[in-house]
């Protein structure tokens, strides 16, 4: 349970808000390459931390963000011209390049122009492309000041050919999706297949778990989820998050482990993963307070992804769901995921198709903003909890004036998630030397030499 004052504090994201100065304390995804997929291209409008912005690909390929509003007389840049190494607004032809400086005033007379044009300029935010995705800084840089470094993502070390990239649009606030994505007790009802028999359930477990690899989410996995609904839970700290191990019965004598990762301020590795499997990563990215892009990653270090892999992270599998050509998923809030009663009853537990699908209608279903304040925690909720925690007090930390956990050491950000069977008397540390060779599941120096 929250105050209201924490809740309204975890999830608001505005500009002066402590939790939008903790946001624009770090680079953030704001949308993917692919939708600026060439030089002098159509600019797109993107939302993010409930600002209005633009992005375009100028004519040397430099991506800008800027805000749309063309300063002369308002007019909005997304209907000007994406033309030699700038936007040039429709109206009367004032032009700005990617950094947001005006570098033409065609209108006025010349002498006016060369004085007036240096001192114009429009917010422009600096943006990189890491990883498949346009990433940006939306924070304050201090004259002279530097930039953070990158986080270093495993995803965005690995070949192209390696990864996977997409974004989906999800109708509520940032945090109770991110809790969605960190609370993997929910497993054991919300993914659920329902089946008369153990073959039919076998089937349905298959399914329900496709695009993940066959070898790591099986239908013994499934099974144990479904035996053992109360999973232990420890979480630990490390410098750019948090690491949270839920432990479930599995045959006699084992346990089996998933282990999750939370990147500040807003990236989370799915637990699934066994070594040398593909891995996956969601980053809950605000558009405003009441909707989010989750952008979606899957990435294998050892090989590129096959085929079978990406066709259904193309279509509907893993964390991806079946989605149109703007990134809207076509199960979503305003056709109730087109759940199907009949379904319900007889071949899974909430009569929805897909576990990204599954995920979204029930935390949509908490409200555009959920009310912590009425919660009842249990013992299943311990990482929730250490999630409020962290960025509580991590956004109290930039408002004294102190960098946030990870934001000036992107090798924490080197780290993985995933799951393994243990013997039952192995305690966190020894399942995450075990499973990850190092206890916060940190990759290790040769593997970030392949991967670089
Ligand atoms: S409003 Fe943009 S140039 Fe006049
Ligand atoms: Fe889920």
């Given amino acids: ?96 390049d990617a950094a947001g400086q005006c570098v033409d005033m065609p209108i006025l007379p010349v002498e006016s122009a060369e004085k007036t044009c240096p001192r114009v300029a429009i917010k422009a935010y600096p943006t990189r492309e890491w990883g498949g995705m346009v990433w940006a800084y939306m924070g304050r840089v201090e004259e002279g000041g ?9 995803f965005a070390l690995v070949p192209e050919s390696h990864r996977y990239v997409s974004k989906k649009l999800q109708e509520c606030n940032w945090a109770q999706a991110a809790e969605g994505g960190i609370d993997t007790a929910h497993f054991s009802f919300l993914h659920m297949p329902v089946a008369r028999s153990e073959e039919e359930f076998v089937q349905r477990a298959l399914r329900a778990v496709r695009g993940y690899n066959a070898q790591t989410m099986n239908q013994d996995h499934v099974r144990w989820m479904r035996e053992d609904p109360r999973p232990r839970y420890q979480v630990k700290r490390h410098a750019a998050g948090l690491v949270l ?46 909707s989010c892009w989750i952008f979606c990653y899957s990435w294998n270090p050892d090989r590129p992804l096959t085929p079978e892999e990406i066709g259904s992270y193309d279509s509907g599998g893993a964390v991806y769901p ?24 007889s071949e899974n537990f909430t009569g929805i198709e897909g ?66 069977v243990a013997p039952a008397g192995d305690d966190f540390d020894a399942v995450m030397l075990r499973r990850f060779g190092d206890d916060m599941g940190r990759v290790r120096a040769e593997a970030d030499a392949t991967a670089s």
């Fill in 1 to 96: 349970m929250l105050t209201r004052e924490d809740n309204e504090k975890l999830t608001r994201t505005g500009h002066d808000s402590p939790m939008g100065a903790l946001f624009r304390s770090y680079w953030l995804p704001v949308l993917l390459s692919e939708e600026l997929p060439q030089c002098d291209g159509p600019q797109v409008r993107v939302r993010i931390l409930g600002e209005d912005l633009l992005a375009f690909r100028d004519t040397h390929g430099q991506v800008g963000l800027v805000e749309p509003r063309c300063p002369h007389r308002g007019a909005d840049l997304y209907f000007g011209r994406n033309e030699g190494g700038g936007l040039r607004c429709a109206y009367h032809g004032w032009k700005f």
């Fill in 322 to 345: 079946a989605r149109d050509a703007h990134y809207r998923p076509a199960r979503n809030r305003a056709n109730e995921y087109l759940l199907d009663r009949a379904v319900q009853k």
């Fill in 245 to 290: 191990g839920a432990s479930r019965q599995a045959n006699p004598g084992e346990q089996y482990w998933r282990i999750a990762q939370y990147l500040m301020p807003c990236h989370g590795y799915t637990p699934s993963a066994a070594r040398g499997q593909t891995y996956h990563g969601q980053s809950w990215v605000p558009i405003d307070d009441q």
């Fill in 146 to 154: 530097e930039l953070p470094a990158l986080p270093r993502m495993e």
């Fill in 355 to 420: 576990v990204s699908e599954q995920d979204a209608a029930i935390q949509d279903s908490q409200g555009r903003i959920a009310d912590r304040t009425r919660e009842m925690l249990g013992p299943t909720d311990v990482a929730v909890v250490q999630f409020r925690r962290l960025m509580l007090q991590s956004a109290d930390a930039v408002a004294r004036g102190e960098a946030p956990p990870g934001r000036d050491d992107p090798q924490a950000y080197l780290v993985r998630g995933g799951g393994t």
